[in-house]
C-alpha cells in the first residue's frame, strides 16, 4: 500500500510540473522581451491616395489542401483579390507556398479549398495554379512566396479584396492583418500595427500586441487608410514583447498574376 502511495503521488506530482511548466512557458514567451530591441517607429506619413473604409466582412480565409486520397487539413489562411484586366475584373487567390508543398511526386496536392472559418462549406474548391508557384522563403525575400489559383466558380464580390494602386504601403502607415482563421467565435479577427520598414522584397509591420501567428500565413494586409490590400503575410519574428510581421507587397503579387500566360492542373505539377 505504501509504494502504490507513493508511485501515485509521484505521477500527480510529476503532472502537475508539467502544467505548472507549460504555463511558465507561455508566461516567458508571452510577456518577457524575446529577440533584439525594437527599432524607432517611423512617423504617420503623408498618403496622398484617396480615403477608404476597412472590409466589414469576410475577406480572410482557412486555407485547407487536400492531398491525393487523404481529406483536407489546414494549413495557413488565403484571400481573394481583384485584377482590372481590360474589359472585365478577374479573381485570383493567393496563398504562400510554404504552407502548400506543391511538386512532391509521392503526396501530390490535387485541390484547395478557401473557407470562412467555421464553415465546413467552401467559399471556392480550386485544382488549377494560375501561373507558376513560388517557393518557401529562406532568407528576407517575401517575394519567392507564393501561390496563385484560378477560382472556376463565381466569388462574391464582398469576399475580394482591391490591391491598393500603391503597389505598398508607407513607412509608419497603419494597418490591420485579417486573420483567416477568424476570432474562433465565427466573426472576423482584425490584428493592427503599424509599418516599419518597405521594400521591393518585403513590407515589415510591428503589430500592436502579441498573439499566436500560427496558421495565419496567407492572410491579407489591410491599409487603415485606403481600405484595400497592401500585401500578405509570410513570416514572423519575435521583438520583445510584441511580433513583426514579413509581408509580400502586393504590387508583387499583382504583377505575378498579371505576368501569367498559363496555368498547370495542381495535381500534375512537379518542379
Known amino acids: 500500500m505504501k509504494i502504490k502511495f507513493v508511485v501515485r ?28 530591441p525594437l527599432d524607432a517607429t517611423p512617423p504617420s506619413p503623408t498618403i496622398l491616395a484617396p480615403h477608404g473604409a476597412l472590409p466589414t466582412g469576410d475577406v480572410a480565409f ?26 472585365a475584373d478577374e479573381i485570383v487567390a493567393v ?19 478557401l473557407r470562412v472559418a467555421g464553415q465546413e462549406n467552401p467559399v471556392a474548391e480550386m485544382d488549377r495554379l494560375y501561373g507558376h508557384p513560388g517557393q518557401a522563403r529562406t532568407g528576407g525575400d517575401m517575394t519567392v512566396d507564393y501561390l496563385l489559383l ?19 504601403p508607407q513607412p509608419g502607415e497603419r494597418v490591420a492583418l485579417f486573420s483567416g482563421l477568424g476570432d474562433g467565435q465565427g466573426g472576423c479577427r482584425m490584428l493592427e ?23 495565419m500565413s496567407g492572410s491579407p494586409l489591410v491599409s487603415q487608410h485606403t481600405g484595400q490590400v497592401v ?36 495535381g500534375e505539377y512537379q518542379r
Open 95 to 113: 496563398m504562400t507556398a510554404h504552407s502548400v508543398g506543391l511538386g512532391n511526386p509521392r503526396r501530390p496536392v490535387e485541390s484547395i479549398e
Open 9 to 36: 503521488g509521484f505521477f500527480l506530482a510529476l503532472t502537475a510540473t508539467v502544467i505548472v511548466a507549460a504555463v511558465g512557458l507561455w508566461v516567458i514567451v508571452g510577456q518577457t522581451p524575446v529577440g533584439r
Open 62 to 87: 482557412e486555407e485547407w489542401v487536400r492531398h491525393r486520397d487523404e481529406p483536407p487539413v489546414l494549413a495557413g489562411s488565403g484571400f481573394f483579390i481583384r485584377l482590372a484586366t481590360g474589359e
Open 150 to 168: 484560378y477560382p472556376d466558380q463565381p466569388i462574391a464580390s464582398e469576399f475580394v479584396l482591391t490591391p491598393d494602386s500603391r503597389g505598398a
Open 231 to 266: 500585401g500578405m503575410a509570410v513570416a514572423v519574428t519575435p521583438r520583445r514583447t510584441r511580433l513583426l510581421i514579413g509581408v509580400h507587397p502586393i504590387d508583387s503579387l499583382v504583377q505575378r498574376a498579371e505576368s501569367a500566360t498559363e496555368g498547370f492542373e495542381m
Open 193 to 215: 500595427g503599424t509599418v516599419q520598414s518597405v521594400s521591393d522584397h518585403a513590407v515589415w509591420v510591428l503589430m500592436d500586441d502579441w498573439f499566436n501567428p500560427g496558421l
